[in-house]
């Protein structure tokens, strides 16, 4: 399978050098542009590392403000990385409007409040989803998961009970400490420009492509 003549040409945009100094405000900004061209632009890669061994995979980010949010199942593959390496990084790639994000931080568990309240903002056929759903352990068959999603749905109809929370359903918040904004530019001159928090001072910097 030959794919290395594929190539996108990238135009010239707006330049990312600017006087901003605070690169979440930064990452709000661009985040907001996304949002009104990107089809999902809170997904997100996240990766870990175990051992030394990186995983990644596609996630959901849920809240924005000085920490990003997102939440899991904390016996997950990625949350067992999380248990034992609390650094983690996470990239927006935004094809619409040639841009990528790249963020390094340290991964903090939510409050059970926090993570209570969110899990009930979402539809009750995700809740339950999250409660039949033991991530990444292996299933004799996709079936099964099928039946036990329909009994504990069951379960809970009369008169609408509350599902549960499960015990092993979590959010993490991830403090940036380097956070990288990218922009494709003509004849692969990208644009790149870097945040590297030192104590509580961002330093910028700009990269070659």
């Not at 339950?128 to 759903?133: G, N």
Request: hydrophobic share 35%; glycine share 2%.
């Amino acid at each position: 399978m030959k794919i290395s003549l594929q190539r996108k040409e990238y135009k010239n945009s707006k330049s990312i050098f600017d006087q901003e100094s605070n690169p979440l405000k930064k990452f709000k900004n661009w985040y907001k542009e996304a949002e009104k061209k990107v089809l999902e632009p809170n997904a997100f890669t996240l990766s870990t590392s175990y051992k030394n061994k990186p995983s990644s995979r596609m996630m959901l980010l849920k809240g924005i403000d000085e920490k990003l949010i997102f939440f899991t199942n904390k016996i997950s593959r990625k949350g067992k990385d999380i248990a034992s390496n609390k650094f983690a990084s996470m990239v927006f790639w935004w094809k619409e409007i040639d841009k990528q994000v790249r963020i390094e931080g340290k991964l903090k568990e939510l409050p059970k409040k926090d993570t209570s309240k969110y899990f009930y903002s979402r539809p009750r056929q995700s809740q339950i989803a999250a409660l039949v759903s033991i991530q990444s352990s292996k299933l004799h068959s996709y079936n099964d998961l099928i039946l036990e999603f329909k009994r504990i749905e069951k379960k809970y109809s009369k008169n609408n009970e509350k599902i549960p929370l499960p015990k092993f359903w979590t959010g993490y918040t991830l403090d940036p400490k380097l956070i990288e904004f990218w922009q494709g530019g003509n004849c692969r001159l990208h644009q790149r420009l870097e945040f590297k928090k030192n104590k509580n001072r961002w330093i910028k910097s700009v990269l070659a492509p």
